[in-house]
Each structure stands twice: as C-alpha cells, then as structure tokens.
C-alpha cells in the first residue's frame, strides 16, 4: 500500500520493485536448473548470473536506505563480474529468497524516507546526473528493470515462454 505523504517518485519506484519482483518470479518459475547456466553466445551472462547481479544491485539499493544483507556470494555479481564457469552459483531458490527479504525491508525503508534523506548525498561512483540518495534509488531501480528485461529475452531464447506471454 502505497503512503499518502510518501514522496511520488519513490512510491513509483517502490511500485517498479514490485513489478520487477513478479516479473523475476515468472520469469524463473519453471526454468530448470541446468538451464541457469546456459549462455545466449560465448561471452554473454547466463540467467544465473543476471538474476544474481539483481539480487546483489537490490542489495545496494537497501543499503542505501540503510538495510541490506550480508550476502557471501556477491561478489560473482559485483559490477564489471563476469560469468566463471568453475565458480559455485547460489540456486535459483536462495536468489530468489534473498530478493524477497530485501524487498520486504525496501517496502519498510522507502516510505520512511523524508526530503533530508533524499537530498543528501548518494553512495557516488553511478553514472547517473543526480547524485543525491534520491537520484541513487532512480538510477538503481532502472539498472535492476534493465537487466530483468536480459532474464525476459533469455528466458524466452531457452524455449520458456515470455514474462509477459499470455
């Protein structure tokens, strides 16, 4: 439910997460385990990789609004990582579970944020104009919506059907 005196951009994107979270649900739902790994082209990102580079840029997103998790495999997801063939990946289960809890601390978090906090300065080092916690929580949610659209046409390139389909 959305708060009255919540701030309308970030009630937007708190509405964005939610999407995000059904459209990954569907997405993995039937997808079996060894199609995780499985690479669109020699040197693209499996959906293991994707959905663990979403989990790990929520991650980011929490911590800016002051949560988070200690999640011990992110850095297979961390910004510039590559899919390694011989590294060990979280199943689809646990990734999905950690994006669960840090959607249910964001839904707690964002609408306790006030202007102060919104206008101060963000984390740095994203490439986006506004700088502030506000701009960070903007430029997060896009980044996570773009790469759902990744796990959407890998989904669909493995035979499942599409995250919007029927």
Same mark, same amino acid.
């Given at each position: 439910?959305?708060?009255?005196?919540? =701030? /309308?951009?970030?009630?937007s994107?708190? #509405?964005?997460l939610?999407?995000?979270?059904?459209?990954?649900?569907?997405?993995?739902?039937?997808?079996?385990?060894e =199609?995780l790994? &499985?690479?669109?082209?020699p040197?693209?990102?499996?959906?293991?990789?994707l959905?663990?580079?979403?989990?790990v840029?929520?991650?980011?997103?929490?911590?800016?609004?002051?949560?988070? $998790?200690?999640?011990?495999?992110?850095g297979?997801?961390? &910004?510039?990582? &590559?899919?390694?063939?011989?590294?060990?990946?979280?199943?689809?289960?646990?990734? $999905? &579970?950690?994006?669960?809890?840090?959607?249910? #601390?964001?839904?707690?978090?964002? /609408?306790?944020?006030?202007?102060?906090?919104?206008?101060? /300065?963000?984390? +740095? +080092?994203l490439?986006?104009?506004?700088?502030?916690?506000?701009?960070?929580?903007?430029?997060?949610?896009?980044?996570?919506?773009?790469?759902v659209?990744q796990?959407?046409?890998?989904?669909?390139?493995?035979?499942?059907?599409?995250?919007?389909? +029927?």
């Amino acid at each position: 439910m959305i708060d009255l005196h919540m =701030d /309308p951009a970030i009630a937007s994107f708190g #509405q964005l997460l939610g999407v995000n979270d059904r459209l990954l649900g569907k997405a993995l739902a039937a997808v079996k385990a060894e =199609d995780l790994t &499985r690479r669109p082209g020699p040197g693209s990102n499996p959906l293991v990789w994707l959905v663990g580079h979403v989990v790990v840029s929520r991650n980011m997103l929490a911590r800016v609004v002051g949560g988070g $998790l200690e999640l011990s495999w992110a850095g297979l997801f961390g &910004r510039k990582s &590559r899919f390694d063939v011989g590294a060990v990946y979280p199943d689809k289960d646990e990734l $999905l &579970r950690a994006l669960g809890e840090l959607s249910a #601390q964001l839904q707690v978090r964002l /609408p306790a944020l006030g202007e102060e906090r919104l206008s101060a /300065p963000g984390p +740095g +080092g994203l490439p986006a104009p506004d700088q502030t916690v506000r701009g960070a929580i903007a430029f997060l949610v896009y980044h996570e919506a773009y790469h759902v659209g990744q796990v959407g046409y890998v989904v669909k390139w493995l035979g499942y059907p599409g995250i919007v389909d +029927g």
